[in-house]
């Protein structure tokens, strides 16, 4: 499904990724107090998106299940790890991050089954990414007097994570969790429960004390089992902001701590001085990184008026390089959008772009028969009332502004009520730190998007949530005290 | 004969003005032994919204404004204040029926709060924020920013409460719409003519008088509030219906703390609760 560019005719023989390092089981329990059990609810399956096959039967955790979670975590944090020191604690997440490195590739390969995502991103970003938050938490465990939240830890947290990134986002939750003193019971999403089934085997490897983590599979309903139960001292979500919502109203009279990290329609402005060749990559790597299903896509492109043009030819120029297909394959730049729910949003609202008079240009590309695919997709003439301007896609859908002032472009990036991301383009460094200042967004990109480190705080300004996770900023979420 | 006394009309403080209730209503403060102190305006959801609109103009000029003039500003108030704290001693001791030293402890914390909130407008972000080691070769830099227009049910000490739950969050660049105490409203009016003529723009810190439960669900459930401070609601239910309104737009919720030392060193809480925090990258190369 190579897709052809108008200038050269790329074509790459197959060079798939072997699956056989990965051992996918028929069906799949609980992980709760160190085991694997049944669940005592129904179950579904979790199926491949490239190809629609079924991997595997899932359990569903029911409420009578998720308590049992909280309880083995609440025992777990009362009797072993919150009387712990923080140095033997450490050197468990150590050993988390350890296995997750030598298991790297049956981990990325397994995330590229049943996410759909290029196996280039899993092998070289997901995996390594989620190690490392494992390493750098380990290493706060017993220095946590020295970050100004207190020793304190909450008690049991109850998280749950998305489908974009299944094991990154868990490495999110549980490393700073856990490096805190805290113990967790965590829901992956419903298409994605494979790593975070891999993860718990990770957990029995490490030896990890039983009840410490623990693993419920399910979708909303159980989602809402575990935020809502008593004995869940701390909520951390990554998700929709119609579930942020949701969730915030839920905890509301409690004294349940929460962070959220919601949506967001980022704007990646574009100057005329910018590098242009950078600021393409920039671009393209901003919307099409991970299909789009990225909270911090720069899904809405500010390009100034006068380099326009120039910026659209080059642009679409380099989207027909893409390569779309086999997640598996080595060579493949955009993958399969996770599932046929999320692929029906992104066809309707690329469908509202259509009609309120967007133009929409997308790669000539074959799609598989199977599975489900997007092509990579820009809309041009989009106004800011556009609701493909104002609604978070979530798919490889790019929809492009344009502005004359530096003003007008900080007007535009900021008139959204999300506030999770924004890039900026231009070689002039005073722009640059003006920019960055008046954008009202937890992260600002410059010169460069969609990077992201274990010591750097991410999380969104107004709808796009509150709380920070990563560096030291993200240990607050998971500590009673305060300097 | 005796000379008759120029009573003073106690109004709202809106956008540096002192106007009425929109809806003409007032509704009577007593002291503390049941006589009449004066009529307080009673705020009504009109009056809630424009301060609303006062506060997120003032929203961007007064973030903009560098750390040391906000600084300045907030000492400023603490100037003005020590000057006419013998008619806050006096307002105290009518409002709350105490003793003449302890009115005079309340106002000498109530001044050196504000100095020591003014001495960290320009400290905190060196104390949250963070210069951040990335693997990779990128400037990483973490900087705490203020959330917006903050919404704050004051608590019901009439000054050091109410100083308190507002210096805080104006130091760090918020702009605020508190609800001053029910019982205890003539003071934060007065307040406002301290805070008036101390430089501080207009808009930055708006106050209304009247009910709490009539007023807060309009802020809790305003869209253009990034944050709600629930310091002074006493009633569980109320509380919890607040921040359940407070959920439509995701605002920051600061719960509920009854049992509040107002004399103790406060912290760095009141500050960080309603902050964000910015990461900006860029990459390094030559």
Redesign the interface.
């Known amino acids: 499904m190579v897709s052809t560019g108008s200038t050269h005719d790329w074509t790459y023989a197959p060079a798939p990724e072997s699956r056989s390092v990965v051992d996918i089981k028929e069906s799949y329990g609980l992980f709760i107090d160190g085991e694997f059990t049944d669940g005592t609810g129904t179950s579904f399956k979790s199926i491949n998106p490239a190809t629609e096959e079924v991997l595997a039967e899932v359990a569903e955790a029911s409420e009578a299940d998720v308590d049992r979670a909280v309880k083995a975590a609440r025992r777990a944090y009362t009797r072993v790890w919150s009387r712990m020191s923080g140095a033997e604690r450490a050197k468990y997440l150590y050993r988390i991050a350890r296995i997750i490195q030598e298991r790297g590739r049956e981990l990325a390969v397994l995330e590229s089954i049943d996410n759909g995502k290029p196996i280039k991103e899993s092998r070289d970003f997901d995996v390594p990414t989620a190690a490392?938050h494992f390493f750098y938490y380990a290493g706060w465990a017993d220095k946590l007097k020295y970050a100004?939240y207190g020793e304190t830890p909450l008690g049991v947290a109850g998280q749950v994570i998305p489908w974009n990134f299944p094991l990154l986002m868990l490495s999110w939750k549980i490393a700073p969790a856990l490096a805190a003193g805290n113990t967790v019971v965590l829901k992956p999403a419903e298409t994605t429960p494979l790593t975070a089934l891999l993860f718990a085997e990770i957990c029995q490897q490490a030896e990890l004390p039983p009840g410490v983590v623990n693993i419920v599979t399910g979708a909303g309903d159980t989602g809402r089992s575990l935020v809502s139960h008593s004995d869940v001292d701390k909520v951390a979500f990554t998700g929709s902001?119609e579930v942020?919502?949701?969730i915030?109203?839920a905890v509301?009279?409690t004294d349940k701590k929460v962070t959220?990290e919601?949506g967001g329609k980022a704007a990646n402005i574009v100057f005329d001085d910018a590098p242009i060749d950078q600021a393409i990559e920039g671009i393209v790597g901003g919307i099409f990184f991970n299909q789009g299903h990225v909270c911090c896509a720069g899904s809405r492109l500010l390009v100034q008026e006068s380099v326009a043009d120039e910026v659209m030819e080059r642009l679409k120029r380099r989207m027909s390089t893409l390569r779309l297909g086999d997640p598996l394959d080595k060579n493949t730049d955009v993958g399969a959008i996770n599932s046929g729910e999320q692929l029906t949003r992104i066809r309707e609202l690329a469908g509202v772009g259509d009609a309120e008079g967007a133009e929409r240009w997308e790669v000539a590309c074959d799609l598989p028969t199977k599975g489900y695919w997007f092509p990579p997709t820009v809309f041009t003439g989009v106004s800011q009332a556009h609701r493909i301007a104002r609604e978070e896609i979530f798919g490889p859908v790019l929809s492009v502004l344009t502005f004359r002032t530096p003003a007008e472009a900080v007007e535009k990036a900021n008139n959204t009520?999300y506030g999770l991301s924004a890039g900026v383009w231009t070689d002039k460094g005073s722009r640059?730190l003006s920019i960055?200042n008046q954008l009202r967004?937890?992260?600002?990109?410059?010169?460069?998007f969609n990077?992201f480190?274990p010591?750097?705080?991410?999380?969104g300004?107004?709808?796009?949530?509150?709380g920070?996770e990563g560096?030291?900023?993200g240990l607050q979420a998971y500590l009673k005290g305060?300097? | 004969m005796a000379r008759i006394d120029v009573r003073k009309t106690y109004k709202l403080y809106i956008g540096g003005q002192f106007p009425r209730s929109e809806s003409g209503r007032s509704y009577v403060v007593n002291d503390a032994k049941g006589k009449l102190l004066a009529n307080a305006a009673l705020a009504s959801r009109k009056d809630a919204r424009d301060a609303v609109v006062a506060a997120r103009k003032a929203f961007g000029g007064w973030s903009g404004r560098t750390a040391y003039n906000r600084a300045q500003v907030v000492y400023r108030i603490a100037e003005v204040l020590e000057g006419r704290r013998e008619q806050f001693e006096a307002e105290l001791r009518a409002a709350e029926g105490i003793s003449p030293a302890k009115a005079r402890t309340y106002v000498d914390a109530a001044i050196d709060r504000l100095v020591w909130y003014a001495g960290w407008a320009d400290k905190l972000t060196q104390?949250?924020g963070?210069a951040?080691?990335?693997?990779?070769p990128?400037f990483?830099l973490?900087t705490p920013e203020p959330?917006?227009v903050i919404a704050v049910v004051a608590p019901n000490g009439p000054l050091l409460g109410l100083v308190s739950v507002v210096a805080p969050l104006i130091v760090t660049g918020n702009t605020v719409v508190v609800i001053a105490s029910e019982a205890h409203p003539l003071t934060a009016i007065t307040l406002g003519e301290v805070m008036a003529t101390s430089d501080l723009p207009g808009g930055v810190v708006n106050v209304l008088t009247g009910h709490q439960a009539e007023i807060a669900p309009w802020l809790a459930s305003h869209m253009d509030v990034?944050g709600i401070d629930l310091t002074g609601v006493t009633d569980?239910e109320l509380?919890?219906?607040l921040?359940?309104a407070?959920?439509?737009?995701?605002k920051?919720?600061r719960r509920p703390s009854p049992d509040e030392d107002w004399l103790a060193e406060p912290?760095?809480?009141r500050m960080?609760a309603f902050q964000?925090?910015?990461?900006?990258?860029?990459?390094i190369g030559v």
């Open positions: 490392a100004g902001t942020g919502r949701a915030a109203r509301a009279g959220l919601l009520p640059i960055a967004a937890g992260v600002v990109w410059a010169n460069t990077k480190d010591t750097s705080p991410f999380g300004y107004k709808e796009s949530g509150y920070r560096g030291r900023h305060e300097r | 104390v949250v963070n951040n080691p990335v693997a990779g990128y990483n973490s959330s917006g990034n569980v509380a919890t219906e921040e359940a407070a959920a439509e737009n995701l920051r919720v912290g760095l809480e960080t964000e925090t910015k990461t900006v990258w860029h990459p």
